[in-house]
């Protein structure tokens, strides 16, 4: 007798969302397979390799046999490094053990979730939001409230809206700064307005990711959880994939208050335990480095940056913003629902970026993944040349559209 698979899974993974920039990655691959010259720019994944000095510490260590078990929360070289680099970079006085290593800044997320959340509970995400924090919120259990900002408002949500949402079922605030999928940056004056409505609040956490902070171009990144009045309620979440170019090692790390890192510690004991040892090694010594092959790659996204956003500009009906930070723009694309070449149709989003990959080979993904159904999110971490080729490709392709009749 053949086993029923919807009668097998739980209802949580059923209800759960496949990753949109998983999946949109995967049609580009599919595409690309079958001989067609396809441009993807639906990952967030620097296109530049890991510093070789930072290869060569995880050669290092495997050398001399750090192969072995970590301790749950990451090694203790490794998380008194990030207490330094908390302190000397961020404001934020942690000791190791308010700190927790993961595998990837993902992991660090759900971790806090399923750590603070109670069925019911409910989480105020600020959107557009990067695409896993409804679905890890709705799978601990939380209830995901939604509040929007859109480009006119530069995708940055307001200290009052959020006050307005708060409810006496509030846990938890989640936000990135810089923002994926938009780019956006919250000033110090905007953080601070947030922290002086969470702070008069009672207990809701805050949950900072700040894994693009060293993608930033006007000005130093803030962090939310240096403003004394939400140090004891704020997590701070990052990692290594972006500013060091190290997606492949799956590094991330909280800091938090201690009761906060506890329960973390006992969620990924019990899940996954410590991560890789000689990664660890390694990433102690990127955070005690210089920065100065992290600034040359901040520098080549500020150059693509502008490029993308000129090209872009030169695209009829195309609303784009500037963002601050990251390496992704956010346009609004909704002019062209409505729209059709014969071929394929746009009613929205998703059919916009689907559009854009079979008629113009271009991969994008749909704003809609990210809380936001008019835009689409193009990252630029790619060759100029590419990103050239793929704003011509797509501007040339929507020549080709016309409304509906």
């Not at 580009?28 to 441009?39: H, P, T, Y």
């Not at 990952?43 to 070789?52: I, V």
């Not at 708060?166 to 953080?191: A, Q, R």
Request: hydrophobic share 40%; glycine share 8%.
């Amino acid at each position: 007798m053949s086993i029923n698979p919807l009668k097998m899974l739980s209802a949580k993974v059923q209800a759960m969302e496949e990753s949109a920039t998983i999946r949109m990655a995967q049609k580009a691959r599919d595409l690309a397979s079958k001989g067609v010259n396809v441009i993807s720019l639906s990952l967030g994944e620097p296109d530049f390799d890991t510093p070789e000095f930072i290869k060569d510490a995880a050669y290092q260590a495997l050398k001399k046999g750090n192969t072995k078990y970590t301790p749950v929360p990451g090694a203790l070289d490794l998380r008194k490094a990030i207490c330094d680099k908390f302190r000397t970079e961020n404001g934020l006085e942690f000791d190791p053990t308010q700190i927790v290593v993961s595998n990837g800044a993902k992991q660090s997320i759900a971790n806090i979730c399923m750590a603070v959340l109670n069925e019911g509970d409910e989480a105020i995400v600020l959107a557009p939001y990067w695409v896993s924090y409804v679905e890890i919120i709705k799978f601990a259990g939380g209830n995901p409230i939604v509040l929007s900002a859109g480009i006119d408002e530069d995708f940055k949500v307001q200290a009052d809206k959020i006050k307005e949402a708060i409810t006496d079922k509030t846990k938890m605030l989640i936000f990135s700064s810089p923002c994926n999928p938009t780019g956006s940056v919250y000033t110090k004056e905007e953080l601070k307005a947030i922290a002086d409505v969470i702070g008069e609040n009672g207990n809701i956490l805050i949950v900072s990711d700040e894994i693009y902070e060293y993608i930033t171009f006007a000005g130093k990144h803030e962090s939310i959880g240096a403003f004394e009045n939400v140090k004891e309620n704020t997590a701070t979440v990052n990692g290594f994939s972006k500013g060091f170019s190290m997606t492949g090692w799956r590094l991330g790390y909280m800091g938090g208050p201690k009761w906060l890192a506890d329960a973390c510690n006992k969620v990924q004991g019990q899940i996954t335990s410590g991560a890789a040892s000689f990664s660890q090694e390694a990433a102690a010594v990127a955070l005690r480095s210089d920065r100065s092959e992290t600034i040359a790659m901040k520098e080549a996204f500020y150059s693509r940056r502008d490029l993308v956003i000129n090209g872009l500009k030169e695209i009829p009906g195309f609303k784009v913003n500037q963002p601050q930070g990251a390496f992704y723009v956010f346009p609004d694309v909704s002019h062209y629902f409505g729209y059709t070449n014969g071929n394929v149709e746009i009613h929205n989003a998703d059919d916009f970026s689907e559009a854009m990959l079979t008629e113009a080979h271009v991969g994008t993904v749909s704003g809609a993944a990210f809380g936001n159904d008019q835009c689409i999110r193009i990252s630029y971490a790619a060759s100029e040349s590419d990103l050239l080729e793929a704003v011509r490709r797509i501007k040339v392709c929507l020549e080709g559209f016309a409304p509906i009749q």
